[in-house]
């Protein structure tokens, strides 16, 4: 079954409650500094089982010491809906362990 889109109006005060994320071109977006490459590939490593365990997988990238995800649901034509904040939920929550910022 198809998830359902959000609002704008939904989305904006869900990114409240996410410093850092922002929403643009229909997904919602964050990208993590880290000290070291490796601890870049690590949170990717980290990011990948969460969306796995969640069965909802974003545009992760990584970069030298950057992890950026843009994140939207397929099943919602390419909308943001409340799976895509579940995501950003847990990846928030892991992220400090990697001494992500």
Known sequence: MPSEP???K??????????GWAFEDDRILRTYRVATHCAAS?????????QDEL???SDLTLGYDTVR?????HD???RVTEKDFALAER?????PAHGAS
């Open 6 to 8: 959000l609002s704008q």
């Open 10 to 19: 939904e989305i904006e005060d869900r990114l409240r409650e996410l410093p």
């Open 42 to 50: 690590a949170l990717v490593a980290h990011i990948a089982v969460v």
């Open 55 to 57: 069965n909802h997988h």
């Open 69 to 73: 995800l843009a994140v939207n649901s």
């Open 76 to 78: 919602a034509d390419g």
């Open 91 to 95: 990846v928030e929550a892991l992220a």
